[in-house]
């Protein structure tokens, strides 16, 4: 038995370090609290406070006495020694909530609770700076209702002066702990305060990651599930910072982030324009984890934002659901059939036609949407009149929207040998080859591309050579002296193709630019199988030859 008393086991050495802790935290608490009656100011006449401090004080003496017998180990057993340290650690508690009751019943006088003073951030030191925030995180710990909400006013006011003021509140013990507590506060206006505050340290890297640890996530959304608006807000604000980091993306989706953030954005239309769209941002971070994005399919993610980008009247939502469907259907063959399925098609065509009078972003964004969801159902594009929408901004639409129609067209003839065809019909054609002439070699080159890509189907071969002056501008284009424009290698080949036939034959050598196909052909002399010279040939073969010959000498 001696032996078992005198040689403690690591169990006990731990039961001691933990109690340890515990008291230490429970004395820095009631710390903060006398500190801010310091800065209160105690007059003679508030007896009910006068009181406590004096209980408080005789509480601290037994903790001293304590732990003097325990440094000296005259304890007679373990058992008292624990008997009196919970009976101490309960006197904390009561004071503790002594102080808070105090505060609430508003014994302490609102003329003796003024937040401190504060110089201007810009001039002030950073000892000045600390010492008012202090002072704010103490009456955040032991203030009421209106205490707090002047605390969280004075901070957001300080920290919009300077961030300066963020990376030292950050600092002080506690104060992150307090700020994601009043995030469940039961008045909305303090929740209102303590979101925007919040917000505002999200923004600054070391703040967010210290907000994470201080277990900010699962209040934040709380918040998002039952804020006000504005509260919701600055919530959305935050997830948004946060999710920037897949880590944090499970921690969303794990507290129920999803649901509650689709039903802002597929819900009733209850929320406003900027919660929508704050929400569609912090689900855009949560679809890049595949896993969760497929809960966000299962939960009616894709019926909802079709929907949503269906209304109108609200074009900035419309753009966060677009934005938010590219996203999801991003390699995902799947996710895009689904879009389709669920009114994909109309509701592009919806945003897309010219009648509407929408503003430039959205057709822009749409026109990006069109590329990454239709990828494989090019036929209900054309019998929709999707094809027909593009063929008129690629005539009539301002420079980036113009633009993307024209990328559009190219991709879309990429699609397949119908569609080709049927953009042939549709005359895509004569459109396409004023781009060849345009200022951006971007443009030139997609430009050429797309037609050399249509003009592989016969049928549209034809037609082009039809028009007499499609060849023309395809000849004078190979002027050496003017810079060629575009891609040579796609001009000459396309001539190449056209060159099959007996009617492009005749309208080239008639163009008038022969000599630029010359040109070329002796500038790549070494080369017997370039275009240009594969052209040369069959311009001057049987049939052709006298004519050839006359307007090369010429």
């Not at 203030?143 to 006011?157: D, P, R, W």
């Not at 919660?275 to 984890?289: D, P, R």
Request: aromatic fraction near 6%; charged fraction near 25%.
């Amino acid at each position: 038995m001696g032996e078992e008393e005198t040689a403690p086991s690591s169990s006990s050495a731990t039961d001691k370090q933990q109690l340890k802790q515990a008291a230490r935290i429970k004395l820095e608490e009631l710390f903060s609290h006398l500190a801010a009656i310091e800065n209160c100011g105690l007059g003679g006449k508030n007896e009910p406070l006068s009181a406590a401090v004096e209980e408080i004080l005789a509480t601290l003496a037994n903790y001293g006495e304590l732990a003097r017998r325990c440094s000296e180990s005259s304890y007679s057993g373990k058992l008292l020694m624990q008997s009196d340290l919970d009976m101490l650690s309960a006197r904390l508690d009561a004071h503790v909530g002594s102080l808070r009751d105090i505060y609430a019943a508003g014994m302490l006088e609102q003329s003796h609770a003024l937040v401190v003073s504060r110089a201007s951030c810009a001039s002030a030191s950073k000892d000045d700076v600390r010492f008012y925030l202090n002072d704010v995180v103490s009456r955040l710990k032991i203030g009421g209702k209106v205490m707090k909400m002047e605390a969280l006013i004075a901070f957001n006011e300080v920290i919009r002066e300077d961030d300066r003021c963020i990376k030292i509140g950050i600092e002080i013990d506690s104060f992150l702990n307090l700020l994601v507590n009043l995030l469940d506060f039961q008045e909305e206006d303090v929740v209102e305060e303590a979101a925007a505050a919040v917000s505002s340290i999200t923004e600054f890297p070391p703040g967010k990651a210290a907000l994470i640890a201080a277990g900010a996530i699962a209040p934040l959304i709380r918040v998002v599930e039952s804020g006000s608006e504005l509260s919701k807000e600055f919530a959305a604000r935050c997830l948004i910072k946060m999710t920037e980091n897949s880590d944090n993306v499970w921690a969303v989706s794990a507290h129920g982030g999803v649901p509650a953030l689709l039903k802002i954005c597929c819900g009733d239309g209850a929320s406003g324009s900027e919660l929508v769209c704050l929400a569609c941002g912090v689900l855009k971070n949560l679809a890049a984890v595949e896993e969760i994005k497929r809960f966000m399919v299962e939960d009616g993610a894709v019926a909802g934002l079709v929907a949503l980008a269906r209304s109108r009247g609200d074009e900035a939502a419309q753009i966060s659901a677009l934005d938010l469907l590219q996203t999801m259907a991003y390699r995902d063959e799947s996710i895009r059939e689904a879009i389709i399925t669920r009114g994909g098609i109309p509701m592009l065509v919806g945003i897309m036609d010219p009648a509407l009078a929408v503003s430039t972003k959205l057709r822009e964004v749409a026109f990006r949407s069109m590329t990454m969801i239709c990828l494989s159902c090019e036929r209900s594009m054309l019998s929709s009149g999707l094809a027909d929408h593009i063929l008129h901004f690629l005539r009539f639409g301002e420079g980036p929207v113009q633009e993307l129609a024209l990328k559009a067209s190219f991709w879309l003839c990429g699609a397949s040998e119908y569609a080709k065809k049927a953009m042939g019909d549709a005359g895509f054609m004569p459109v396409i080859v004023k781009f060849l002439d345009s200022k951006s070699f971007e443009i030139r080159e997609i430009a050429a591309e797309t037609l050399s890509s249509m003009l592989a189907v016969p049928k549209n071969r034809k037609r082009f050579v039809q028009n007499d002056e499609n060849v023309v501008v395809l000849m004078q284009m190979l002027d050496p002296e003017q810079g060629v424009s575009g891609n040579k290698k796609l001009l000459l080949s396309i001539l190449m193709s056209l060159a099959r036939s007996n009617s492009a034959r005749k309208k080239m050598l008639s163009s008038g630019y022969l000599k630029n196909i010359e040109k070329l052909a002796e500038d790549e002399d070494e080369d017997e199988t370039s275009d240009a010279k594969k052209i040369v040939r069959k311009l001057s073969s049987t049939g052709f030859r006298n004519v050839f010959n006359v307007f090369w000498h010429s």
